[in-house]
Every structure is written in structure tokens, then in C-alpha cells.
């Protein structure tokens, strides 16, 4: 966890613009993640984790996203300042990245091979041959008996958790230094979500590459990761190691996650949720963008925005219930 | 074997063994292939289409005749053993010129297809994938074009240069693109939003390739269908300007100009044979064309492609 920095985003912010408005979706966002390291980022649909990661491959959708502000550092160089054609050597290169969806995300005309092959000889110098040969031996990685006749076979004649597996051995195949999964295991059966996440941490361990893991299922994060970023509204609310998010959460969005996992010990008649939705971009309320549903919020949450604060040296939480000076008068804010 | 059989064929999933799942492996073109061949009509299309296009490509060994020799004594001379469908007006063989007349015809029918195609979804392409202004610009210049009453420009730029079929390949592209680059488009428009298209933008990969080498292929079986009902809708046009007498100047044949070549009181009533195999062929080949985009259609329709 102190080995080097691969990536270091500094107060990212990612707008969409309609007629003369900005909406942001990505607002003030920092984190950074270490070699070999997995790291997690939860929230509910809508908090922005997934822009986050599209704006680190620069693929924010246009004409209407733009990336406003910020610095994302990848190994000293700052991404928003490359050309768009040194993007390009990124992209499933240096970063790459795997989807939500297995059954949309493999093109359905050409065969797995084709595709493998394809992304190989770009980034690499390589034949056809030599990538081919590399292609058997990563679907083997991932656990292919059969690697050779997979090379050969269309998308559709495998189920969702082959393909997801395809494609994770393209996005690591060039060897990449950071694997972005974003809800890996979202559309896939229980039984198959296991094998995928085990694969994962594998390869992770393997390939000494860092993960960011875009979830909102945090049976997944406490699975994986070991350090947790909690967004909402765009923003990130809480960082912290696993351990001590899951024993000690100090913002109450947080908290209001944990609660609503189903609880294995006792009788619940009801899951604990979060009253109301994620606001929208255009919709966000004055102060702090939790204020309508957080059970804390006090006078100074409906005028001022609280900022992302250092609690101590591994965990950051932004809210004004641990800033010092503000909430002192000894409020006991987690229930029991 | 009928439609559900198949498609339950395609959707079973990969038995355990290698050896089973490499003997029955079907590629999409397979499928496709076994859903035209079901389509009788589509099937009898093509079939007259090879016949019509072997004979034009072998006419100068089945033809009996010189196309162009003419022969005073034998002029409108009914069918006989010398001149199987009668002679002209010139007396020229009538069944040698419809060899020859189905070579210029379908070379016509089938460049002007292949340049308006080319254009079609070059400009389909770029428009639907990057959108925004591209698009907007590319749409217009589309709108102004479908605007144009195409029959009189066609006519004007024709007569004002020499009818020559190069010249006429080249109009029929310019002015017939844009229902191809339309298709593309909306094709385009629903296809880039597809993941595999950003997995692919996440592999870093060129645009130029991801648009047609990823998006394209997805988007080519209408663009095929269209590309068949467009040889027979440019053999049409063909003929018509050459029944305008703007078409291909003779003694160069093309069915429309042994029709046009025929337009006289006494030739309808005297020699009917005249007339009618020109237009007969032309018939034929265009009603093929149409079963064969038909079944085309129906054999890369989507929900099969998807399977």
C-alpha cells in the first residue's frame, strides 16, 4: 500500500453542458491509488463514479461532457495535457478497462480472436502470429480449458461470464499498469461473480497492476478492495481502508450504505435504506449535497459546502460533523 | 430445417467438449447464408441473375451476330432460325444486341451502385459517429440534394456534356448517395452507443478503425439490401434516359436504347418482338434484384444477426 503512486487525481471536475448550464457530475474529485493496489470507489447510480473513470480515459462523452478542471497524474504525466494522440497509446495499454455489461461489450461480428488479436498487434510490436499466440495464453490465464477453440468462436456462442472473462484477458493482454473495472460483476449470476472477482485479485497479484473497482455493491468492495472512495453528488464524501470504513464510517452516507446491507447475525423485518434518491446534477442543494436526506444535518449544511477533510493520515470524510470547531458540542451522531 | 430449430440451434450454449462445439460452430455468415436459401423467391432471383450476368459476360460466344451489323433485307424481320428474337429496324439481330445491351446495362447498374454506396457510407459514417456539427453540415448538403428535382438536373448535366457511361456512372453516384448515407447514419447513431464500441475506444483504438472496421460491419446488411434494390432502380434510370435519348448514344446497345430505338406506330403493330424483348429483359433483371434485396433483407435481419 506505500509502494509508488500510479495515478494521483487532484480535484477532478467533469461537467455536461445543456443550452447555457453546467452541470457537473464530477466535482472536486481527489484520490490516488498505489501500485499493485485495489481500490475501490462506491456509491449509488448517479454519484459519478463511472464519468470519474471515463474522465481518466479522457472518453467523457461529447459534444455535451467536457472535463473542466483538475490534474490526473499517471506516473508523473498529467493526462488532461496529453495530445489525444498519445491518448491513444494509453488506452488499453497503460490503462485499460472492462464493463458492466459481457454481453454488449464484445463486438458481434468478429470472433474472439479477431478481437484479441486486434488490440494486441496495435499496441504491441508484434505479428499476427506472435499475438495469437499470446491470446491463447492469456484465455488460458483467465481460465479457458479450451483457449484455442475460443479463439476462434463468435461472442454470442458464450455465456456472460466467459465473455467477461474475454474481456479481462484483453485488458490485460498489453500488461497495463492500471485495470479499471467498472461494475464488473454487475450483470453476471451470484456463482459466476465469485470466479470473476477471484480472477481479478489473481491477476492483480500477477500482473502487480492497481485496480480501481467501480461498484455499488459493497459485499464486492469488502471482497477486493483495499481502500474505499464514497462519492456522491459527484463528490467524494469518505476515503478510507476497508477495515475501518466498514467498522467506524464517519460520513453519514456512508453509514446509511453499511445499514442497508442485508445483516447476516439476528432478525431485521426490514432493510435499513437511505430515504429519497441521489439529486440530480441539475438539482443539487445549497451546502452540502447530502442536506436532504442525511438524518444529521444541521443549520450550517443548508448554507455552506463542507470540504474534503484530512480526519487523519489514511481517511478523509467531508462533512461538517468532523470538523473541528463545528461539531464540539459533544453530539453523538451514530446510532447504536 | 425452420426458423426456431435454428435459432434454438444458435442459442444453446457451447456443450463441454471441444470437438462437439468445432463440428457444429456457425459463423454468422453461415447463418445467414441457410436463411437466403430458404427463401425461394430470393433463391430464383438469383439464380436468373447469374443466368442474365453469365450471358452478358459470355455474349461474344453466345452471340449469333454482329451486335452492330446491319443487314437491309433482314430489317424487322420477324423471329427465325437465323435471328432467334427477329431483327431491328437496321436489321440487326435482336437476341445478339440484348447480350451485349445486358453488358453496358449491368456495368451501369452496377458502378453507379458501388460509387453512390462508397459515397453513401463514407458520409453515413462520419455523420452518424461524430455528430454534433459534422453531422448537421453533412445532413443538409444530404436534404438539399434529396430536394433537387434529380430528373432535371440529370437531364441538364447530360445534355450539356457528352452522354458517355462513364459520365453517366458518375451522375447516378453524385446524385443517388443519400438514402444510402441516411441508412448509415441512423445505423451509426445506434451502433456507437453500443459498449463494445467504447470497449474498443478503451483499447485505444483509432477512430478510423473503430468506425469502419467496428461499427461498419454491424451496420452492412442494410446498407447491402439497399446496395441490390439500387443495381435495378440504376438499370431503370439507364433506360430511361436512354429511351429519352440521353442515355448511351447508339450504335452502343443498352436495353433502354433498343426501346427507345423501337418507339414507332408501325413497329408496335408490325414487329411486337421488338419492343417487347428489350423491355422484357429489363423486367426480369430489375423484379430479380428486388427478390434478391428481398431476401437479403430478411436473412440479415437483426434479431437473427444478434443470435
Redesign the interface.
Known sequence: MNGETVIDIRHLKTSFFSKKTELPVVDDVSFSVHKGETLAIVGESGSGKSMTALSIMRLVPTPNGEIVDGEIYFNDRDLLKQKEKEMFKVRGNEISMIFQEPMTSLNPVYTIGDQIREQLTYHQDITRREAHQIGIEMLQTVGFSRAKEIMGEYPHRLSGGMRQRVMIAMALSNNPQLLIADEPTTALDVTVQAQILELMQKLSKEYDSAIILITHDLGVVAELAERVVVMYGGQVVEEAPIDELFDDPLHPYSEGLLNSIPKIEGTQDRLDSIPGTVPTPDNLPVGCNFVTRCPYAMELCQQEEPRLMDKDSSRKVRCFLHEEGIATDGQQHRSS | MNTNEMKQK?KS??PAS?AE??SE?E??FRIITKKFFQNKLAVLGLIILLVIISSAVLAPWLATHDPNAQSLTDRLAPPSADNWLGADHLGRDIYSRILYAGQMSLWVGFAAMLSATTIGVVIGSIAGFF??WVDAVLMRIVDIIISFPSIFLLITIISVFRPAPSMLIVVFGLLSWTTTARLVRSEFLSFKE???V?????????TR?IIF??IL??AIGPVIVAATLAIGMFIIAESTLSFLGLGISPPTATWGNMLSDSQDLTIFLTAWYYPFFPGLMIFITVLSFNFVGDGLRDALDPRV???
Do not use: D, I, V
Open positions: 444458435a450454449p457451447p471441444g462445439t468445432l460452430h459463423s454468422m455528430g454534433g453500443r459498449e463494445f467504447l470497449a474498443a475506444r478503451t483499447l485505444g483504438l483509432p478503425r472496421g467496428h460491419p454491424n444477426m444478434e443470435k
